[in-house]
């Protein structure tokens, strides 16, 4: 099974909306400049709410091949939510994507694997694909338990969902210790975590679904490193934070077959 290379930069509360469309103009424009298709990874950012509209007018005025997700998205359908923003009112902006369960969400906001959970079903009805992001903090790594806390995680957060729900996730480990910080995971290190998880999905669901199914590496990623985690027969992608921020730093993520290791 050949799974097509993600490339999500999130983009987190940086950049307004006429700076994102010049991110975005540069990023694509540095891509197709490269005179390399883009076509065989999937080039994604996640810009904040408010650049949405902005980025789905240049990419469908353009005809861009990058795409874009929200950061977040509310377990409610509509209603009496205050600041929050539905899978529906994504989906009407043409969002593929969108992330769920950062490790900055679950801290700073006290989200759990339940919510996340009511999120990716929010998503799935709504037919956006949910990137779900898990993975441990530095002191249960030390102690060993990183493998058994994270499959906690997924279990949790893909708890009860349907066969054809699954087909529209897509999972991101990102030790929490290695997230803005500068500390990557070995390649090794994301192997052993994203194997692990592929298993969890066999036994959860079945081999077909975990053979499918994209796991995403993110903390700390870069042009330097990309290469090398890829390399990995279980590392479908990446998710990247800061790196994404330089369009050309982030382009060079997404060419990251031209490197040499
Ligand atoms: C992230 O925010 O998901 C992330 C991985 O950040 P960074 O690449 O900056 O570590």
Not at 143 to 170: F, I, M, P, S, W
Not at 213 to 238: C, F, H, Q, T, W
Request: charged share 25%; glycine share 8%; hydrophobic share 45%.
């Amino acid at each position: 099974m050949t799974r097509t290379p993600l490339m999500a930069g999130n983009w987190k509360m940086n950049l307004d909306h006429l700076e994102a469309v010049a991110t975005v103009q540069k990023l694509a424009w540095t891509l197709d400049d490269a005179k390399h298709s883009y076509g065989d990874v999937e080039v994604v950012v996640c810009p904040p709410f408010t650049d949405l509209r902005s980025v789905q007018t240049l990419v469908e005025a353009d005809k861009l091949g990058v795409k874009y997700a929200a950061q977040d998205v509310s377990k409610h359908t509509h209603g009496a939510y205050t600041g929050e923003i539905s899978a529906k009112m994504l989906a009407k902006l043409g969002c593929a994507y969108t992330v769920v369960g950062h490790s900055e969400r679950r801290e700073y906001h006290g989200e759990s694997d339940a919510l996340v959970n009511e999120k990716v079903r929010a998503l799935c009805a709504e037919g956006i694909t949910a990137i779900v992001c898990v993975g441990e903090p530095l002191e249960i790594r030390k102690a060993g338990e990183h493998v058994a806390y994270t499959l906690k995680q997924v279990r949790d957060c893909l708890a009860d969902l349907d066969d054809n729900h699954l087909a529209q996730v897509v999972i991101a480990y990102e030790p929490v210790w290695a997230i803005g910080t500068g500390e990557v995971a070995t390649a090794d290190d994301a192997q052993e975590v994203i194997g692990a998880i592929r298993g969890l999905v066999v036994e959860m669901y079945s081999a077909e679904i975990a053979d499918s199914m994209r796991i995403l590496y993110g903390g700390s990623v870069k042009s330097s490193n990309v290469a090398e985690l890829m390399a990995k027969p279980d590392v479908d992608g990446a998710l990247v934070g800061g790196a994404s921020l330089d369009p050309v730093e982030f382009a060079k993520i997404c060419r990251f077959r031209e490197h040499v290791i």
